[in-house]
């Protein structure tokens, strides 16, 4: 019988697929158990038939297994009391000798709250973690500093958080921060699972193809990157292609106010390409031969660090970026990607004329070595021995 030590990963969303939070759970249960601890993942819905266990009578998913305590017909006002009743759920989707067996419960700083705080802490007497992905600025928010959601936000980092004293951090900025607050603190990038990635295929690189796929104008400047191509001349355009996933061409035309200008500038290198699905984009990715990413030097890119980075390097594909966030860590200029010096369209312009005079050759040992890059830093084995240290310092 497994009688592990257990950490329970309680979460909000849904698992083990459904939204971004959903792939950082996965790949942090992966690294824990292979630290030597039972995951158990307390969902927010996510189930699939096929990941159900008759033996077990549990869903397991790549040997992970997860419980869902979503209660879907519920009002919106009953099913948000019931997920901050942690006590309910544990003492409903866990047996009496799991119970006895946990360790730790792990919450994502955005479902780390007081309540979850106090009863953690006085009522059931189990340490807990904190994973802090991000810290925003006001400017993203409609009200700015005046947001409620912003000062709840900034409220919850500063002051509710650092009382968990163990923190899981996604980069620098966030580990200092915490640490400095008297906190226990691990530093886990985002993660990939390496093995799934598909080979790069290494298309010749005449047209260099430029690739960016996510969610525009939320946290990465794409109209930076447009501008920086409108610089280029007619003869060096001729040798780019810049594909755009993941919005309609009445989107781009909504989202960029110089969109029409765009298209006229850069015609034929310029594509526009709506939302596809998952295996059609890293189809996609396999085929491009840089990520193309600019975010400005604010506290919210370097609190964060982008996802795409780790899951284009394990794809095989370099990166043309500045450097925010821990970027400076990975990536080597000529080595696994292009820096753009700094945050302009000017900077971008010189970064994709370094770019477009890479050969063949040169640009299949890029590859290689952004793959080397990802296995070494970003595969969820990777940091597990990190996890066991940090577990092994955790404090109440």
Known sequence: MDQRKIVVMYTFSPFPFGVAASNRIFSLALSIQEAGYKVIVLCNGGERNSDYNKEKESFIYENIEYRSFSIPKAGKFKRTLHRLNILGIINKHLTQNERKRVSFLYATHKNYNIILHFTLKTIMNIPSVVDVTEWHNSNQFKMGKLSLK????????????????????????????????????????????????????????????????GTVAKKDYVDVILDGLCLLTEEELKKVQFSIVGLSEVEFKEQFPKAAEYKQVLGGSLEIVNRVPKVELENMLSESHFLVLM??????????????????????????????????????????????????????????????????????????????????????????????????????
């Open 150 to 213: 912003y000062l709840l936000h900034n409220f919850r980092n500063k002051h509710i958080i650092p009382r968990a004293k163990n923190v899981i951090c996604i980069t620098s900025y966030l580990e200092n921060h915490f640490y400095r607050k008297g906190c226990n603190t691990v530093i886990i990038p985002p993660q990939v699972t390496f093995r799934k990635f598909k080979t790069h295929k290494n298309p010749s690189v005449s047209p260099i193809r430029l690739f960016y796929a």
């Open 295 to 396: 975010r400005p030097n604010m506290r919210y890119s370097n609190a964060g660090f982008p996802s795409k980075v780790p899951e284009a390097l394990a794809a095989g594909v370099p990166i043309i970026t500045n450097l925010t966030s821990d970027l400076k860590k990975y990536i080597r200029e000529g080595h696994n990607g292009f820096i753009v010096n700094n945050f302009s369209a000017e900077a971008v312009m010189r970064s994709i004329q370094r770019a477009i005079k890479v050969k063949d050759l040169e640009f299949n040992e890029m590859s290689k070595a952004a793959v080397e890059t990802a296995e070494k830093h970003f595969d969820y084995n990777v940091h597990s021995n990190d996890l066991k240290t940090f577990f092994y310092k955790s404090r109440r």
